[in-house]
């Protein structure tokens, strides 16, 4: 869904690359374990600025390699503003199936 700089502006920059990147974008994958700044805490920033209406509001869905596909395991990620979560390796099907769930496609 990035291109190339996009992507490498996130990866290098963390949540300054995903805010320039989110006007333009209907959906985030937030890895939960990055080296700079953790899924959680760049996603707290990034919902903020939406609340405030900084930003264009924008699906997250935390990718993580923990449990998340129950209601229980899915609480703390969606506590912490996440919108869904997929668990690591995830399927076409689970992904298609999240994206109709919120008329992405």
Not at 34 to 58: C, H, Q, R, W, Y
Not at 64 to 91: H, I, M, Y
């Amino acid at each position: 869904f990035l291109n190339d700089t996009a992507t490498t502006e996130i990866y290098t920059r963390g949540i300054v690359g995903s805010v320039r990147c989110v006007q333009e974008t209907e959906v985030i994958f937030m890895d939960i374990n990055m080296p700079v700044m953790d899924g959680m805490e760049a996603t707290k920033i990034l919902k903020s600025k939406m609340f405030n209406g900084e930003l264009t509001n924008t699906l997250i869905i935390a990718v993580t390699a923990a449990r998340c596909e129950n209601e229980e395991d899915r609480k703390t990620f969606l506590e912490a503003g996440f919108d869904e979560c997929v668990q690591k390796p995830f399927s076409a099907v689970r992904l298609t199936e999240i994206l109709r769930n919120y008329g992405i496609i």
